[in-house]
């Protein structure tokens, strides 16, 4: 941290890192350094010290229990934060339905959802993508029809990130067929343990179980499940993407794998020059995000910059992944089964060589998600260059 920060921006920067750290289990640490998979009961444990400092819900304003720190604080926290090995908290209940619902959400629909979010009591998944419906997610078919008090809701979900974990899931159904695409979606919460749900496991390239296929047949949702107005779902699901892309960039967490990368490597090592390359880029992104920032406290919005943001941060991220691979060269390659399972203990004299092919291979995902990168260049020529 070299910015340009008041003394009292730096002083809260250093005891969100000094709590945090002081509250961060050891083994939880030591599973993320080495980039071990961490399981439900990991996350919750974690989240549940965030939940304690009233920082699981960090961007949340004071009026619906966050801290309501203004955008410096912010982007501070996450700077600190992304500084530790400390797992990101899950986002789904945080940063994207919770954020839909205070804004969006009824009276009776906020006391009743919000709290459990903040206080790490329950598990949210996503249901936005479809088979046919990712990048073109207007296309989207699930079905919710109106029978009585209930919705009807019949389709399928896929890549639904932790559904197995979860509790509920926030859902894009269509409820209007005779209008255009993005008139007939509407926002709906779907207790998971709703009859008629099943969830089926997609395995992906680093072997790991994160994303699912769920299925939906004749799944009955109480119609005060609905967020908003019948029809307004699309515009909620928009609206909070910006602010998501934001925090998306991950250069915090850059910044500390290439530190590390740094203390792996001998000194006069042919790759000194590609951390350089790296740790530059690293700081024009950061200037990027300093930019949005002071126009984010002047009170405007990310705006298509975030897209930017996006596209740089995850960039970055899987080229430090890449640079890891061709510093162990062939010592990447596996070295005991198993391992990604293990309690934390390394191979000898080859720092992370058994997190580095499947960490290279998990994170390929950043530059598909959250809207692809091919998308967000789209985003931006619209808006900048009025195409
Ligand atoms: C690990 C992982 C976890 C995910 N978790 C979730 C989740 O929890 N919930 C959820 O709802 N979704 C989730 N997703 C889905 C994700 O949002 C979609 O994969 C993404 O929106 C892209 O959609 P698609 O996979 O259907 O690809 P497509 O839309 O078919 O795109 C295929 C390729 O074509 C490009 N492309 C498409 N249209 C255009 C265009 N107009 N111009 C230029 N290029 C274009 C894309 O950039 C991409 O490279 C997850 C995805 C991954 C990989």
């Not at 960039?315 to 010592?331: F, H, K, N, Y």
């Amino acid at each position: 941290m070299d910015l340009a920060f008041s003394p009292e921006d730096r002083a809260f920067y250093e005891h969100v890192r000094e709590t945090l750290k002081a509250g961060l289990p050891a083994d939880i640490e030591q599973k993320e350094r080495l980039g071990q998979r961490l399981g439900k009961e990991d996350m919750l444990r974690w989240q549940d010290v965030l939940a304690r400092h009233n920082w699981l819900a960090a961007g949340w304003p004071k009026e619906y229990g966050g801290p309501g720190f203004n955008a410096t604080r912010r982007y501070l926290f996450e700077q600190a934060y992304g500084s530790l090995y400390a797992p990101p908290p899950v986002q789904f209940g945080i940063t994207m339905v919770g954020p839909v619902i205070y804004n969006y959400a009824n009276e009776e629909q906020k006391a009743r959802f919000l709290p459990p979010i903040r206080e790490n009591k329950v598990w949210w998944c996503q249901g936005y993508s479809e088979p046919g419906a990712g990048s073109d997610l207007a296309s989207l078919k699930t079905r919710a029809v109106r029978e009585g008090d209930h919705y009807i809701v019949n389709g399928q979900k896929t890549w639904t990130t932790w559904a197995h974990w979860a509790d509920w899931m926030f859902c894009l159904v269509k409820t209007d067929t005779s209008c255009k695409p993005q008139a007939g979606i509407s926002f709906l919460l779907i207790d998971m343990k709703t009859p008629g749900i099943s969830v089926r496991p997609i395995k992906t390239i680093d072997g790991d179980h994160e994303v699912n296929e769920v299925f939906l047949e004749n799944v009955k949702v109480p119609a005060e499940n609905l967020i908003g107005a019948e029809g307004a779902g699309w515009g909620y699901g928009k609206a909070l993407l910006e602010h998501e892309r934001f925090i998306m960039s991950g250069s915090a967490r850059s910044r500390r794998n290439l530190k590390t990368l740094r203390e792996d490597i001998a000194p006069g090592s042919v790759f000194e020059a590609r951390i350089a390359e790296l740790e530059i880029e690293l700081k024009a992104l950061e200037f990027l995000e300093l930019r949005l920032l002071s126009s984010m406290n002047a009170g405007g919005n990310p705006g298509p910059r975030a897209s930017a943001l996006k596209i740089r941060g995850t960039e970055i991220s899987q080229a430090v992944t890449r640079l890891r691979l061709d510093m162990l060269g062939p010592d990447a390659a596996p070295v005991s089964q198993g391992f990604m399972e293990a309690d934390g203990a390394e191979p000898a004299g080859l720092p992370h060589a058994a997190m580095a092919l499947p960490t290279y291979l998990n994170l390929r995902k950043l530059t598909i998600w959250g809207g692809s990168n091919e998308i967000q260049r789209m985003v931006m020529a619209k808006a900048t260059l009025g195409l």
